[in-house]
């Protein structure tokens, strides 16, 4: 723990990731770890249909269509916050399709922020298309984060902020550019403490969910089983110094 930087707040926010993932994956769980599909729509009179058509099966089909479609939320859900950061990467390739002769001309409107007329009007044109509110405090508050995510990924990070919470995002925002410390820097450090402890979670919850209380998804982590040098062929043998 001694790389770990801002550790007053790296025990707020990280392990409001870590119960963010226990949660999830309990709900993914439920279903099983595997690929699937469901029948998804945005026609509002086929939601009803479906719903009906809930109603009429029998109990067990019934359970396990609400199980199979609960898990697959859960699933979506944190497919979704993953791809917020990649939102900023998307918005560069916005940036270059942009006329130089259509930007806005003289001093930016709002306070400084560091971003180019280009990169607003390209923030703006993406959260307009991708349905986001577009008022000029949500544009500069997601500009923000949306950039701060981007650096972050490009860093290396993808664990920690797979599962962010509100936690998280605003600790992103706050986060005095004054600091000694970047923040980038600052979540590199957590990633490193956290990011195996994440990675394990992940497996041991749907080891749970699964009535499989025996730890092995412990034993087989990389930062784990390179400490070991024994084999799996022996992790339940007596012969083994770590048996019993």
Not at 14 to 33: D, K, P, W
Not at 173 to 186: A, E, Q
Not at 211 to 225: E, P
Request: hydrophobic share 35%; charged share 25%; net charge neutral.
């Amino acid at each position: 723990m001694a790389d770990l930087l801002n550790p007053e707040h790296a025990n707020l926010v990280a392990t409001s990731a870590l119960l963010e993932c226990v949660n999830q994956h309990y709900r993914i769980g439920q279903f099983g770890g595997r690929t699937d599909k469901i029948t998804s729509t945005t026609n509002m009179a086929k939601i009803r249909a479906f719903t009906k058509e809930l109603a009429s099966l029998e109990y067990e089909a019934a359970v396990h269509s609400i199980e199979k479609r609960n898990a697959m939320h859960a699933a979506n859900g944190i497919q979704i916050g993953s791809d917020e950061n990649a939102y900023w990467e998307i918005i560069l390739k916005g940036v270059k399709a942009l006329d130089p002769a259509t930007l806005p001309k003289g001093a930016p409107k709002g306070p400084l922020d560091g971003f180019s007329a280009a990169e607003k009007v390209a923030t703006e044109n993406f959260m307009k298309s991708a349905g986001f509110g577009t008022s000029p405090e949500n544009q500069r508050q997601c500009r923000g984060l949306w950039k701060t995510l981007f650096d972050i990924r490009k860093a290396g990070v993808e664990m920690i902020t797979c599962y962010r919470t509100a936690e998280f995002n605003q600790y992103c925002k706050m986060y005095s550019r004054r600091s000694d410390i970047s923040l980038v820097d600052t979540i590199v450090s957590w990633e490193k403490v956290y990011g195996p402890q994440i990675a394990q979670l992940e497996g041991r919850v749907l080891e749970h969910c699964k009535g499989d209380y025996s730890g092995k998804s412990r034993l087989m982590q990389k930062h784990v089983a390179e400490r070991l040098q024994v084999a799996e062929s022996s992790w339940n043998d007596a012969s083994n110094v770590w048996y019993g």
